[in-house]
């Protein structure tokens, strides 16, 4: 046996060594076999005891410095979008600073993830490391949003997410000075045990209830970026307007605006006039206008790094989350009259039938005569006019002349016709909500929904010709699991839908138009809605089944879509329409920005939803006990759901709210059956609910069924059921045992 080394000559070792520092390789290298093995576990001992290593039998390393191989946690993005990492574990003082190298095929990462990576040591840099990934291994710590309760030893956190009923235990020490009933974001504190899981307050966000803090829960919630870094808005504030250069000077043109009355960014413009070509009689010219955000949002800036990040805009009743800062949202890139903006503008050739003859695009430079909401386009094109119509008639009469040739283009192709009303919440100045309303669908809703239509058709038609990549919106047929479900609903309906054949828009048109004149009209078109698979972005073609279109891609609003920049780029770089196209690194990764981009959206439509049923909860809170008439709209085993007419707010009917029996889920044709009355419930029965319970922090709505079908509710005979071996005790059966107990 070789003498045995010093504590330097191990320290020494181990950090040379760091990919083989175990106690047995330690061994091995000096040399220590028998009785001197326990000496040297005395020394690792005192090496770490004294701070100079860390580890275990397993793996020792010098304090500071970490193995090759190691759990890391991603910690986030800085401002400049680069993605930072922390190692997982660490016994030190200050937490090594990871850069993250992304390569070509990793999975989209995010703040919180866990993962495997590889390290290497960099010298003369801001950062001790940089990381590649081997693998991911979980995300990070659950999340929760809810309200704290004080206790005398810390407190409680309530969820407001209605699917989550269990609380989490917070330390005095973990609770942020959060008061008694404020809102809170935690974290998960230590691993689960039995008991009420563990969490730590990350941030106080105040009053639940105050005004605007509702659509404030579901940002949190659902980790929507609602704050520019100060070097994103510092970019946005120095752009400037751009000069017509090499542009196509579209200013002449009447390219006007139309949106809803409350919009504060205008990312299209449209007109249209008769094509005075004698070979195309009765066919139009349609141009259409889109904010040229691709010339301020450039390829890999801070800018383009934070939309990327974003994904899109988010909407709320009380506020908007945008893509862009609002020196380029609502100025630089949005439409506004009597100012010149940079655009991206498509020539369309309509023919009497219209039918998209040709197209072209052009780099230009355009001036709005005016901003119209859709009241004001209608209003106009039924001859009532008003200081910004008045001076546009002809060109209203024309782009309205122009939209009944594409119609008839529209109805033979036959996309979708879905007819479902959008609720539009009102509030007032102070976030209250004063009113729920269904928005007005109007002609001029229709006509810009067609022409953005027909000019993203034509941006991805023009990609393809030139063999550019880009993302395409695709929206994939529905899965025979689902059309079971719809024929099922229509059936209970008396409708019927085609079976035994390749399924097209057409018949479910054909479906729609049938219930059309009946009372289940809403239903079906629920129904078919809940049918559709989710869209989404890729570079590969799928079609758009919705639309009935073999190609479609996003591209008319750029301020509020990253989809829509990356088609802009893609045609400026298909035209050499300037150095700011979409780069070939950029099209490397496009199957992963349309991971991404396609995850932040479904993100947004569910932080839109949620915040929709908090309002509504908080508009019929003061109204519980009153009676309402719905609809039930949906079955599962715990309960069932009824969609109420005035708000169309959804509220829940647990099985003990439905009279007095035992109700079996019929989980073949998705019913309820009652085991004494035999009564059934199906979806699209009308009822009479009457509300028990409304929660605005959380959204929920607890109703209780007072009418089903025109019919009271069977209340039982209050016999025992039995069900699978089990003795049911009605609650009137266990009220009449007490009183005869008592006797």
């Known amino acids: ?79 400049m979008g680069d993605l930072w990492a922390e190692p997982a574990e660490w016994e030190g003082d200050e937490r090594p600073k990871i850069l993250f190298m992304a390569k070509a095929g990793d999975v989209a990462l995010r703040a919180g993830d866990r993962i495997l990576a590889r390290l290497t040591p960099v010298v003369d840099q801001d950062h001790a490391y940089e990381a590649r990934l081997i693998r991911r291994i979980g995300a990070g710590p659950d999340k929760v949003i809810g309200i704290y309760r004080h206790g005398s030893e810390g407190g409680r956190i309530v969820p407001v997410d209605k699917k989550n009923s269990k609380e989490w235990r917070v330390a005095s020490a973990d609770s942020k000075g959060a008061s008694d009933g404020e809102l809170v974001e935690a974290e998960q504190a230590g691993p689960k045990r039995m008991g009420l899981p563990s969490a730590r307050i ?47 000077d579209l200013r002449h043109l009447p390219l006007f605006t139309i949106d809803p009355s409350d919009a504060r960014d205008h990312d299209d413009a449209i007109c249209a006039a008769p094509d005075e070509d004698p070979k195309n009689e009765g066919g139009h010219i349609v141009w259409v206008a889109i904010a040229d955000v691709a010339h301020y949002v450039r390829p890999g800036s801070v800018l383009d790094k934070e939309a990327r990040k974003r994904g899109n805009s988010s909407y709320f009743p009380d506020r908007v989350v945008p893509m862009l800062p609002d020196a380029l949202s609502g100025d630089l890139c949005s439409l506004h009259a009597g100012v010149e903006r940079a655009c991206m503008a498509v020539r369309i050739v309509l023919n009497a039938s219209g039918e998209k003859l040709s197209h072209e695009f052009h780099r230009g430079l355009m001036r709005s005569p005016a901003s119209l909401s859709y009241e004001q386009a209608q209003a106009a094109h039924e001859g009532r006019y008003d200081g910004d119509t008045e001076p546009l008639k002809g060109p209203i009469a024309d782009l309205f002349a122009a939209y009944a040739s594409a119609t008839k283009a529209r109805n033979r192709r036959q996309p979708l016709n879905l007819d479902l009303p959008e609720r539009k919440i009102v509030l007032s100045d102070e976030g209250q909500v004063l009113s729920v309303d269904y928005r007005t669908r109007f002609d001029a809703h229709k006509l810009v929904e067609e022409f953005m239509v027909t000019a993203n058709v034509c941006a991805a038609e023009t990609l393809e010709q030139k063999e550019r990549a880009f993302l395409y919106r695709v929206h994939e047929e529905p899965s025979p699991e689902k059309l079971d479900a719809l024929r099922e609903v229509a059936d209970a309906a008396g409708l019927q839908l085609a079976k035994g054949q390749v399924l097209r828009t057409a018949h479910l048109n054909k479906l729609l138009a049938a219930a059309s004149e009946s009372e289940d009209a809403e239903l079906i078109n629920m129904q078919v809605l809940r049918s559709m698979t989710q869209a989404y972005y890729a570079p590969q073609n799928f079609g758009h089944f919705g639309l009935n279109l073999r190609r479609y891609g996003h591209f008319t ?83 069932l759901f009824v969609k109420l007419e005035e708000t169309g707010a959804d509220g829940i009917i647990p099985l003990s709210h439905l009279g007095r029996e035992y109700w079996r889920y019929i989980e073949r044709d998705g019913t309820l059956k009652g085991e004494e009355s035999g009564r059934v419930i199906a979806v699209g029965m009308p009822c009479l609910v009457r509300l028990v319970d409304a929660t605005a922090v959380t959204g929920g709505l607890t109703l209780e069924m007072i009418e089903l079908d025109g019919k009271s509710m069977p209340k039982g005979s209050g016999r025992q059921v039995r069900h699978k071996g089990r003795r049911i005790v009605r609650a009137k059966d266990r009220k009449k045992g007490k009183r005869r107990r008592k006797g």
């Open 1 to 79: 046996m070789k003498k045995l080394p010093s504590k330097e000559d191990i320290l020494k070792w181990v950090q040379e060594h760091p990919d083989k520092a175990s106690k047995r390789d330690i061994g091995k290298a000096f040399g220590i076999k028998g009785s001197a093995r326990i000496d040297l576990k005395r020394m690792l001992k005192e090496l770490q005891s004294d701070g100079l290593i860390a580890g275990s039998r397993k793996q020792f390393r010098g304090t500071g410095e970490l193995p090759p191989v190691s759990v890391l946690r991603i910690s986030g993005a800085d401002d």
């Open 202 to 248: 990350i941030e106080v966000l105040g009053d639940p209830m105050a005004p605007r803090s509702i659509s404030l829960i579901a940002i949190h919630q659902h980790e929507i970026p609602d704050h520019f870094p100060d070097e994103v808005v510092l970019a946005a504030e120095a752009a400037e307007p751009v000069a017509l250069g090499a542009r196509m």
């Open 557 to 639: 609003s750029p301020i509020r879509r990253y989809a829509d920049l990356i088609v802009h780029r893609a045609l400026v770089s298909a035209h050499g329409f300037g150095d700011d196209g979409l780069t070939r690194e950029d099209e490397a990764d496009l199957k992963e920005t349309g991971e991404w981009i396609s995850s932040t959206e479904r993100r947004s439509m569910l932080a839109e939803r949620d915040t929709t049923d908090r309002y509504l909860a908080a508009f019929l809170a003061d109204r519980v006990g009153a009676d309402f008439v719905g609809r039930v709209s949906g079955i599962a085993k715990f309960g």
